[in-house]
């Protein structure tokens, strides 16, 4: 794999910002249990905690934005929404980057920094697996970028689209009538969605399904 596609995100960089949140130094009791500072900050994952110390936490968001940064683009706020800790496994070039084990480490640290909130503790049991949908927010600007797929191909909204618009909800299904750049333009692929309306759509807002169907020209929707 060339250094250029190589992914940021690797169970030893995930490993290694982990232990960088960590006191350096605990002191124990007599019994062996450790004495923890009181501005400890405990953080419950899926299935293990941590505490970590605050000022190292801080040194580290940098790292932690970046790594959390790698994942699919549904599991971001501006992009989706949120989405299962079960495909948290892929980062978004669907290159699998660690374990279950790898992932609560993530998400220790992606909480412990305030870029990552848990559905309630309540809903696991009710959703896939019993493990939790989880939604990054680190504040990024995303950039719109057209991506290709055919004319006639189905999508489905990743996240609300075009509010003023062409007021798509999250999982609305359209076909594309027009690819990306048409007419010599930079826009993005065009949708007509379920409901009749369109809108231009770009990398990370939708998701592309199987099938597609014979489209009228483009013209029409000018």
């Known amino acids: 794999m060339s250094q250029e596609n ?20 605990v002191e124990m009791d007599a019994d062996g249990n450790p004495i923890l500072p009181a501005d400890a900050m405990i953080i419950e994952g899926v299935a293990t905690s941590a505490a970590f110390d605050p000022k190292r936490v801080e040194e580290n968001k940098p790292r932690i934005r970046e790594l959390l940064e790698e994942l699919p683009a549904p599991f971001f706020k501006d992009t989706g929404g949120g989405w299962s800790f079960l495909n948290a496994c892929l980062d978004k070039h ?13 998400l220790l640290v992606g909480i412990a920094a305030g870029y990552v909130t848990f559905a309630p503790k309540e809903m696991w049991s009710v959703l896939p697996g019993g493990v939790p949908y989880f939604t990054v927010d ?22 609300p689209l075009d509010p003023e618009g062409a007021n798509v909800k999250k999982g609305d299904v359209g ?48």
């Not at 995930?14 to 960590?22: E, H, N, P, R, S």
């Not at 669907?94 to 993530?106: C, F, K, M, T």
């Not at 680190?138 to 996240?159: D, I, L, S």
């Not at 990398?203 to 169907?213: A, I, M, P, R, T």
């Open 94 to 106: 669907n290159r699998h980057w660690g374990e279950h084990q790898s992932v609560d480490a993530l």
């Open 6 to 25: 190589e992914s940021l995100l690797t169970h030893d960089r995930v490993k290694g910002v982990l232990f960088a949140c960590l006191y350096e130094k």
């Open 138 to 159: 680190t504040g990024r600007v995303v950039e719109k970028v057209p991506f290709e797929v055919k004319r006639g191909r189905f999508v489905r909204a990743f996240t």
């Open 175 to 222: 076909v594309v009538v027009a690819e990306a750049g048409h007419n010599g333009s930079e826009a993005g692929p065009l949708v007509r969605w379920q409901h009749g309306t369109t809108c231009n759509v770009y990398e990370g807002q939708v998701e592309v399904l199987k099938g597609e169907v014979d489209v009228i020209s483009e013209g029409e929707y000018e």
